[in-house]
């Protein structure tokens, strides 16, 4: 039986509190926040807050759901996000594959693949990009917020390194079966990239719902704002809000502009926190989920 030394005690006993501690670091901001959205406006300005609510109440919440604007804000964002992530899903997979071909195979491979990349490195500009998205009439529409980011170059290049990766012989066994590259793409390189396309999912729908530029430029009006649009330009007015919202001072003492902001944020995060620990279980199989056979 392998029996560990001393010094490889220290390092993993180390190496498990340092885990430990930079988990901690990560979780505390966030458990803040929630205390301060389920705290009254007294004990949050007083800093009696840190990591319990103090005089517990949702009325935060409560706030926040009868605004008709947020709701509406949130949709279009579940709406983007939904969009979104199927549009850059679909196109990165249907670029990838035949990038990853060899030149013999795909003759102008590196052309497009450079081609690519360029637009990476260089872009025609805010205003430009700004004209065209217009000149198309895609302006103050959910599509104007999906189809200029369509092709997620960056996660092009790390499926196209991916699919190079998989084992060429389960390819050539396919062709020799009578398979086309349709059917060896859906049936072989996407069951085995599904860790690749898990993490590409999660990064594509963090970036979507946490987008705000665009929709502040792309929309019009406040009424087709994303969420984080929305959260952007309802902050700095949200004192305003709460005064024009609250019947009572009672309201005002239990309701602040800090309360609803870490509720807002709280509630802006939570999505993420709750997709995230089903994709988790694809990054602990590994990188390829099958192999040739020996």
């Not at 709280?266 to 020996?294: A, T």
Request: hydrophobic content about 50%.
């Amino acid at each position: 039986m392998h029996t560990l030394t001393w010094g490889r005690k220290i390092f993993h006993t180390a190496n498990y509190l340092f885990l430990i501690v930079l988990s901690l670091l990560c979780i505390f901001p966030l458990v803040h926040v929630l205390s301060v959205s389920l705290s009254s406006s007294g004990a949050v300005t007083s800093g009696m807050v840190k990591f319990w609510p103090v005089d517990f109440n949702i009325k935060s919440y409560q706030f926040i759901l009868n605004t008709p604007d947020f709701i509406h804000a949130l949709s279009i964002t579940a709406k983007r996000v939904i969009l979104g992530t199927l549009v850059n899903m679909v196109l990165a997979v249907l670029i990838a594959y035949p990038l990853s071909k060899e030149s013999r195979a795909f003759m102008f491979r590196t052309f497009y693949a450079w081609y690519f990349v360029f637009t990476i490195l260089f872009s025609g500009g805010l205003i430009p990009w700004y004209m065209t998205i217009r000149y198309t009439g895609l302006l103050d529409s959910v599509w104007a917020l999906v189809l200029p980011g369509a092709v997620p170059v960056f996660n092009v290049i790390l499926l196209l390194n991916f699919f190079r990766a998989l084992p060429k012989e389960l390819e050539e066994s396919s062709f020799i079966d009578g398979a086309g590259y349709v059917t060896v793409l859906w049936k072989i390189y996407i069951p085995l990239s599904l860790p690749a396309l898990a993490t590409i999912s999660l990064f594509t729908v963090v970036g979507h719902w946490n987008a705000w530029f665009d929709g502040l430029i792309l929309m019009n009006t406040p009424e087709h704002y994303p969420l984080s649009s929305y959260l952007q330009s309802v902050l700095f007015n949200i004192n305003m809000t709460l005064v024009s919202s609250s019947s009572s001072l009672q309201s005002l003492s239990e309701v602040s502009d800090q309360t609803v902001k870490a509720a807002q944020i709280f509630l802006g995060s939570l999505p993420i926190l709750m997709i995230y620990p089903f994709l988790q279980r694809f990054f602990v199989k590994g990188i390829v989920l099958g192999s040739v056979k020996e």
